[in-house]
């Protein structure tokens, strides 16, 4: 076994959890993009609909970022991203 290259269960899962841990990281900061959007559009009188069809993402989906919105009255896009992408 050539030891220099080779690399254990362990650490093959080390490397993943990080990579996971910077996925989520990504994850989270779209979606509080996300979340800053539905908020801009929302605040213009939107409708859901309306701003799925021009972000081009599901109806379910700013229906969830809108209810969320309305249960942090700080209007906080990385709460509501934590708990859309983690919850």
């Known amino acids: 076994r050539d030891l ?5 269960l362990g650490d093959v899962y ?4 990080l990579n996971t841990a910077a996925e989520t990281g990504a ?25 799925a069809g021009a972000l081009g993402v ?5 229906q969830d ?9 700080e209007d906080n896009p990385v709460a509501v991203a934590r708990l859309i992408v983690l919850g």
């Not at 220099?4 to 254990?8: H, I, M």
């Open 4 to 8: 220099v290259r080779s690399r254990g």
């Open 14 to 17: 080390k490397r993943q959890g």
């Open 27 to 51: 994850r989270l900061e779209e979606m509080a993009e996300l979340v800053r959007q539905v908020m801009a559009l929302s605040g213009h009188g939107n409708t859901a609909d309306q701003i």
């Open 58 to 62: 599901e109806r379910k989906l700013v």
């Open 65 to 73: 970022i809108m209810v969320c919105l309305q249960a942090f009255p």
